[in-house]
């Protein structure tokens, strides 16, 4: 079960952000193995609208009762507006569990803001008043 996410509550875009999460084993058996944990980007928190970010590998399995907890750089997406971090563990459902409902959750929103562009401006040009057609010219 993943019990906490958390992120920035603002960011540019393209930024690279930490984003953290803990899961839980809350079943009564230890996990051997490994798993994958996906972490994802939703506008709105709209889980059906979510952008893949980046997976990482569990290894090395999960007492029962005990949590682990995990943060990472995620390089955010070129876009702009509010959205919610998901982190989904077992992603490949590669542990057998009793309920496979609790594998999904999310952090507080993040506002995400598009960063300055350069935006490059002809300010003077140079070029002969007359041009024949077919030749070439230098414009300074």
Request: net charge negative.
């Amino acid at each position: 079960e993943v019990t906490f996410v958390d992120g920035p509550d603002q960011a540019l875009d393209s930024q690279t952000v930490e984003v953290a999460w803990t899961v839980r084993n809350n079943g009564p058996d230890d996990i051997a193995g490994s798993w994958l944990d996906r972490v994802f980007i939703a506008p709105n928190g709209n889980f059906n609208q979510a952008i893949f970010l980046k997976e990482f590998q569990r290894t090395g399995g999960l007492e029962a009762g005990k949590t682990y907890s995990r943060t990472e750089l995620i390089a955010l997406p070129r876009t702009q507006g509010t959205f919610q971090f998901f982190v989904q563990t077992d992603r490949a459902n590669q542990v057998t569990e009793n309920n496979e409902n609790n594998n999904l959750f999310f952090s507080d929103p993040l506002t995400l803001s598009l960063k300055p562009r350069p935006d490059p401006q002809v300010t003077f040009g140079e070029a002969p008043e007359v041009v024949t057609a077919g030749t070439s010219i230098d414009v300074h």
